[in-house]
């Protein structure tokens, strides 16, 4: 038996040339709740049952192109202009969108403090007071440019600090030493 013989040759699960990518019509699309779910008709064609909404490009086209995703989080078609939707579709299709890029936008640090590698937030953001807990930034920092970062914290939350340095000293120095 050579080496050779013990190589198992592992098939692509889907086949590229199948993938079709659908561009959705807004006016033969209809996305409604039912019981809390949202869900996506697509006019004399079919229906899912559930629908994922996500941004094809979140930072630099977040108004177009807007991807819904089926239940097993497969493509189920992209629309690029979610304005041309009928007001209820259009409602439903921003809620989702809301709540996938819930990101409150830290305004100022009242205290932060390090303890054992963890760090303890309090900060006023534009959703209220929050406190922070977060272990390993340099894991849980994602620096957007050189003054603007994202802090993912122990529960998967994200914060915006859209410009460290106005920040105090002492957040600055935690922020800078991690990125």
């Given at each position: ?11 692509p699960t ?5 993938f ?26 079919r229906?899912?049952v559930k629908?994922?909404v ?9 108004d ?40 409150p ?16 937030w309090?900060?006023?953001t ?13 894991d849980?920092?994602m ?29 600055q ?7």
């Open positions: 038996m050579t080496a050779d013989a013990n190589l198992v040759e592992i098939a889907t086949d590229p040339a199948s079709e990518l659908r561009i959705f019509d807004p006016k033969k699309i209809r996305v409604f709740r039912h019981a809390g779910v949202p869900r996506l008709t697509l006019q004399n064609d229906s899912w629908v994922g996500a941004r094809a490009f979140p930072l630099s086209d977040p177009h192109y807007i991807g819904f995703l089926d239940a097993n989080l497969r493509d189920a078609g992209l629309l690029h202009d979610p304005s041309l939707l009928d007001p209820e579709s259009r409602k439903v299709v921003d809620e989702e969108l809301e709540k996938r890029y819930f990101i936008v830290v305004e100022r640090v009242i205290s932060v403090k390090e303890e054992f590698g963890t760090i303890y309090v900060v006023e534009d959703r209220g007071e929050r406190e922070i807990v977060a272990r390993n930034l340099r849980n920092l620096e957007l440019s050189s003054s603007r970062v994202i802090l993912t914290d122990v529960d998967g939350n994200r914060f915006e600090f859209p410009d460290v340095n106005k920040l105090d000293g002492k957040s120095a935690v922020i800078m030493r991690n990125l």
